[in-house]
């Protein structure tokens, strides 16, 4: 029988339960997200082997019932209300293997494992590789695309693919993976010839982000030309307070969780940013946090 999105957390592990890993039921996603925001997953998977991962992905797919993936949940806000189907975690895939080709992680590889083996480049960004994939993480020395290799993803039609780097459509934090909403199952990564020391790279990050609260980085792309921080700083909305969320006093792009804040706190802040910019600059600011609706 197929499974109803509104079906309850026992027909949606039904889905899963001979799949090797771990299912929890009803369970709060704040503790999954750097933001520490998020109410109960109707089921949390973390399947053991990328197999199952894949096969979760066409079951759900099959089912047609919500799912999303999440790796360290470092550039995702899930409604307080929760979300009402499967979240599929990557937390257990962290292995990385050496190949001919180069460096081979899994989807739940860190991204800070990445650094250490030399990819300077994304020193100090929180989450996996999967997830830093999908949002083409980078810093203003650059990207991860520029490293990529191949990735490896499940396609609509449920056959497995490995894409060379010139189909991902990477572009500014974004990619096929978050356009189509297809998982990264692997990742292929040549590391830089280039080696630098990245402590510098962090302690400017420590000065000029607000890392001392819970938040999910840049919450808006900048504009062509423009730093979507500088804009909500004039528009004088930095510091601005709803409920426990507020727009970082120390990065105007950044809202930061002062202890309970809400989803609901951080789309008004995410609201009012958008208006007062679009009324001042005319400039309409798009969203870089990967905002789950419920
Ligand atoms: C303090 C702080 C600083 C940050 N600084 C930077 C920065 O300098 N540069 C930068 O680019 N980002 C930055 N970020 C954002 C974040 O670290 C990156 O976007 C990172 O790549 C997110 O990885 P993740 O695993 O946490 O993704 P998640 O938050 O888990 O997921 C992000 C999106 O990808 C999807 N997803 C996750 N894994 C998979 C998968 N395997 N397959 C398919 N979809 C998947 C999710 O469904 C979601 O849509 C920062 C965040 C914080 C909290």
Redesign the pocket.
Same mark, same amino acid.
């Given at each position: 029988m197929a499974t109803e999105p509104g079906d309850g957390p026992l027909a949606l592990l039904r889905l899963i339960e001979d799949l090797p890993g771990e299912q929890r039921l009803n369970e709060p996603l704040a503790p999954y997200?750097?933001?520490r925001i998020g109410g109960p997953a109707r089921v949390l998977f973390f399947p053991k082997t990328v197999e199952a991962l894949a096969e979760a992905v066409r079951r759900a797919r099959r089912e047609k019932v919500p799912y +999303?993936?999440?790796? @360290?949940? %470092?550039?995702?806000l899930f409604p307080d209300e929760g979300f009402p189907g499967l979240v599929l975690h990557?937390g257990l895939l962290c292995r990385a293997f050496d190949t001919e080709e180069g460096l081979w992680v899994e989807? @739940?590889f860190p991204?800070s494992g990445l650094v250490k083996r030399g990819l300077w480049v994304?020193a100090?960004?929180?989450?996996? %590789?999967?997830? %830093?994939?999908?949002?083409?993480? @980078?810093?203003r020395h650059g990207?991860i695309s520029s490293y990529v290799t191949a990735v490896q993803t499940l396609l609509p039609d449920g056959s497995l693919a490995t894409l060379p780097p010139e189909e991902c459509r990477f572009s500014y +934090?974004s990619s096929v993976? +978050?356009e189509k909403?297809?998982?990264?199952?692997g990742v292929g990564v040549k590391l830089p010839e280039e080696i630098r020391p990245v402590e510098e790279l962090l302690a400017e +990050?420590r000065r000029t982000?607000p890392?001392g609260f819970?938040? %999910?980085?840049?919450v808006f792309r900048n504009p062509e030309g423009a730093s979507a921080g500088w804009l909500i700083e004039r528009a004088g909305l930095k510091g601005k307070r709803v409920g426990d969320a507020q727009i970082s006093e120390i990065h105007a792009n950044?809202i930061v969780n002062l202890g309970k804040a809400r989803a609901s706190h951080v789309l008004s802040l995410i609201e009012a940013a958008q208006s007062a910019v679009r009324r001042l600059f005319g400039i309409t600011l798009s969203l870089e946090l990967?905002v789950?609706l419920p």
């Open positions: 997200t750097t933001f +999303r993936l999440i790796g @360290g949940g %470092a550039k995702v990557t989807p @739940g991204i994304l100090g960004i929180p989450g996996s %590789a999967g997830g %830093a994939v999908v949002m083409n993480a @980078g810093t990207s +934090r993976f +978050r909403r297809l998982p990264v199952l +990050r982000q890392l819970p938040s %999910a980085g840049c950044f990967e789950v």
